[in-house]
């Protein structure tokens, strides 16, 4: 027999031949490629050398009981084995080897066809389809038609359907109540044309009907030739814990955004974790402020045993609960019956099949413990992973629960009460005062209501600062809440407003409490290291003799302390009618002022000052002048007061100022010979130096010099304690604009104050003038007036000048000018330059000025 090795070298499979000494005499092409070796190395050596190692032991007497058996074919062609390459890598090779006969001689003649990727196909089925069946996740697998033809073990352990039960039909077929899955079992094959994979959860249903929630994932096997779906492959994972967990959050915060009461919301929780984990009985306790315990739900617990549980005290060993909230940490206690952390309380009425507890403590986010959240169970043992699940969720939701439950008591404490005093507010008391009344009515009982102001408080804001105005409040409602009887009430109303509420108290008794109220809080205040002495205005209102509702008492009382401030502060005043009427009167014409200022609708008139000892003109006063269409004209004096009273002042001042330096700006451009012109300020725009930013524009807006403008300040800021008023007047002074004291001699200002002040004139009130001629106390007054201005250097200017013999009279003590109805009357600005012309063409000496009937000067 010869062989065709030419043909053998060109043999896709692996062809190698051995003698009867087994070493190798042919290694073909296909042989070198397959063990990664040229033919040239392996050639004439045993055979051994392409054997794997594990297999060359046994290979030599393998090979010497086959040439003794006289089989030829000794391996079939299904016979795999392992080759190791040369650079150590394996393959796997299909072996058939056969006896052969040539010149008398023995070979064996090996075909090897390389397997490696079929071998390895295999194994990663094998692979594949240990991890399926030993897997927890359940694997379903369908043809094409997403019809099902495999199911691994879980799936069994899950649904209870082995896969001769559901081979055949759509996956969830079985595993859904009235086919409520049928449209996703029907659609899968077209979905999956569109993508690769896809997940749904779905609520599936076992062979018992129990509800099991999966995470369904599909993905799509398809022929690697083609690219047709040939199979598809679905993991299912078990998320009911999951889905329980989400279930039992989600009504809880639906509970919670509901404002549901804590204990509902409690109880809700304890019900819900019952429900899912069977054989535990659930509590939820809150920890009070004091440590003390108060259970919120445990509805599955004893009554008696909630019940002797309330009021306990936390401690390091007060049972699980007790001893969890004190430490802060989570208590498990595995035998009740044994633990010494129930030593002190085998008396509590627990369940006898309550073997073990385990609490934990419910955290705010600051860290304190609100509360704790236990387990009870019917033996003794540790939580589960899944009770540990459930607490995470619960220990968080109890705390979100608690920390609601405490801000809406926050702000429901912030809408009754004021946050600096920690008095009730404004609406806590007239809920207060309703309720109050409707008792006083139907017991026929008399109240009192006393409304407090504190007198001056905005100077201690403006020049003390905020903080300490606040201090002084604090102490002014802890001195008024000393001072109250039992079952009163003080509020904080705002600002520097304060009510008391007193029962059965009628007028008589309500001036007592009032007087010593006055004295008591007229003792000086220590704040910031400053001894502060204060005092305060109060308004009285009766029910039912002055109100039978709340706001209108409140009105009423308001209005009565605004009576008290007028009259001079410090004082109580009790409400009337008539007091009522004139508040309302003086209401609607300050609101009428308040438009005219703002529609500029205020004039200015001026009137003369003439010099005595010459006739010539000394200067002009700048007067304000109201006429109210409904109100006609208004007295200075009473619009000047309500400016002040309700704080438009201010306004009124720099709209004097503005437009006297503008009439003055137009009289010096005009050539007329205005020595000056004098500007009233109220006590008021003292207390600020925006004043004097205010004169020192119009002075440069207009091109004036500070001589120009003289400014009248009454005794009230020599006499007002406000610290700025001195600081202003200077700072005015040192402008070069001349201060003048206007009516002089009318109040109570002492000449030492009168020496501090940078006073260059003096203006003797009017009511001196009215007994000059005939009464001799009024013109040894005047003298004195005259003798103390001209001794401190002052120029002295008399008001109110109306006969000639009162000029004369003042001519003989040496007045320096005069001012009234003998020179002019307050004229419009065309009247006045009038008056100067004629005042001109007739000449300036003393006849002139004494010459003038005030008739002719209206």
Not at 55 to 80: K, L, P, W, Y
Not at 194 to 213: A, I, M, N, Q, Y
Not at 629 to 641: E, Q, S, T, W
Request: net charge negative; charged share 25%; with cysteine.
């Amino acid at each position: 027999m010869e062989l065709n090795f030419a043909a053998l070298t060109q043999c896709l499979d692996a062809v190698v031949f051995i003698d009867d000494k087994n070493d190798i005499v042919f290694f073909n092409a296909a042989a070198e490629r397959l063990w990664g070796v040229s033919a040239d190395t392996v050639l004439h050596k045993n055979v051994r050398c392409l054997v794997p190692p594990e297999m060359r032991a046994h290979h030599d007497d393998f090979i010497a009981r086959h040439r003794t058996s006289g089989v030829n074919r000794i391996v079939g062609s299904s016979r795999e084995m392992p080759i190791e390459r040369c650079d150590g890598s394996r393959v796997w090779g299909q072996l058939a080897l056969t006896a052969i006969e040539l010149n008398d001689a023995s070979y064996y003649a090996a075909f090897v066809r390389d397997v490696t990727e079929d071998v390895s196909r295999r194994e990663q089925l094998r692979i594949l389809s240990l991890v399926a069946e030993t897997t927890g996740r359940i694997v379903l697998v369908t043809d094409s038609h997403a019809r099902i033809v495999y199911v691994n073990h879980a799936f069994t352990e899950m649904f209870g359907y082995a896969l001769p039960d559901v081979a055949g039909t759509l996956p969830f077929d079985r595993l859904s109540k009235d086919h409520e899955h049928r449209e996703l079992s029907e659609g899968l094959v077209e979905r999956l044309t569109t993508t690769t994979g896809f997940t749904e959860e779905v609520l599936l249903h076992d062979s018992s009907g129990k509800g099991v929630w999966v995470s369904a994932t599909f993905n799509r096997v398809q022929d690697d030739a083609t690219g047709e779906l040939r199979n598809i492959v679905a993991v299912l994972a078990d998320i009911t814990q999951t889905k329980q967990i989400e279930e039992l959050q989600r009504d809880v915060l639906a509970a919670i955004v509901s404002d549901e009461p804590l204990a509902d919301v409690a109880d809700l929780i304890c019900t819900k974790v019952e429900a899912i984990a069977p054989g535990v009985l659930c509590s939820l306790i809150s920890v009070t402020d004091d440590g003390q315990l108060q259970p919120l739900a445990g509805r599955s617990l004893p009554p008696s045993f909630t019940a002797a549980v309330t009021g306990l005290t936390i401690g390091p060993k007060v049972g699980a609960c007790g001893t969890a909230a004190f430490l802060g940490e989570p208590v498990l206690v595995e035998d009740i019956a044994t633990s010494p952390l129930w030593d002190d309380f085998r008396w509590l009425p627990l369940p006898p099949e309550l073997l073990a507890c385990w609490s934990i403590p419910v955290k705010l986010r600051c860290g304190k413990v609100a509360g704790t959240f236990a387990f009870y169970f019917t033996d003794r043992r540790t939580p589960s992973p899944w009770h540990q699940q459930i607490v995470n969720a619960c220990a968080g939701l109890s705390a979100l629960a608690m920390e609601r439950q405490d801000s809406k008591r926050h702000i429901d404490r912030l809408a009754t009460m004021d946050t600096l005093t920690g008095l009730p507010n404004r609406s806590e008391l007239l809920r207060v005062m309703g309720k109050e009344i409707l008792r006083a009515e139907a017991l026929q009982l008399p109240l009192t209501f006393l409304f407090l102001d504190l007198d001056h408080f905005k100077d201690v804001n403006d020049t003390l600062g905020h903080s300490t105005g606040d201090q002084l409040l604090v102490e002014m409602a802890r001195r008024l809440k000393a001072q109250l009887r039992t079952g009163d009430m003080v509020a904080r109303i705002g600002g520097d407003e304060f009510v008391i509420l007193i029962h059965n108290c009628r007028g008589d008794e309500a001036s007592r409490i009032a007087s010593r109220l006055l004295e008591y809080l007229a003792a000086p205040f220590n704040v910031e290291a400053l001894t502060l002495a204060m005092s305060v205005s109060i308004g009285i209102a009766l029910y039912p003799d002055h109100g039978v509702d709340a706001e209108t008492l409140l009105k009423h009382a308001d209005t009565a302390m605004y009576e008290a401030k007028r009259e001079g502060r410090g004082k109580f005043r009790f409400f009337t009618e008539d007091l009522n009427q004139r508040v309302q009167s003086r209401l609607v014409l300050s609101v009428a002022l308040r438009k005219a200022i703002q529609s500029h609708a205020l004039k200015q008139y001026y009137q003369p000052q003439v010099r005595i000892d010459t006739g010539t003109l000394h200067g002009v006063e700048a007067l304000t002048r109201w006429h109210d269409p409904v109100h006609g004209d208004v007295p200075a004096p009473r619009f000047i007061a309500l400016a002040e009273e309700y704080g438009l002042i201010s306004g009124i001042d720099q709209w004097g100022v503005e437009t006297a330096c503008a009439q003055m700006a137009k009289w010096r451009a005009e050539g007329r010979p205005v020595p000056h012109i004098s500007v009233n300020l109220s006590p008021v725009s003292f207390r600020s130096d925006a004043i004097v930013d205010v004169i020192v524009e119009e002075l440069r807006r207009h091109q004036l010099t500070p001589s120009d403008l003289r400014v009248e300040i009454t005794e009230r800021v020599m006499m007002d304690q406000h610290p700025n008023s001195l600081a202003t007047a200077r700072a005015i002074e040192a402008l070069g604009v001349r201060l003048a004291m206007d009516d002089f001699g009318t109040g109570y200002s002492s000449l030492s104050a009168l020496a501090r002040l940078p006073i260059a004139e003096l203006k003797i009130d009017r009511s001196f003038m009215l007994s000059l001629e005939r009464d001799q106390h009024a013109q040894a007054l005047a003298t004195a007036v005259i003798r103390i201005g001209q001794s401190l250097g002052m120029t002295v200017v008399a008001e109110g000048v109306e006969t000639d013999k009162q000029m004369r009279l003042l001519q003989e003590l040496d007045c320096d000018a005069a001012q009234g109805y003998l020179f002019a009357r307050a004229l419009a600005p065309a009247d006045f330059e009038g008056w100067l012309e004629g005042r001109l063409a007739r000449g300036c000496g003393p006849g002139a000025a004494t010459g003038v009937e005030p008739a002719s000067l209206t």
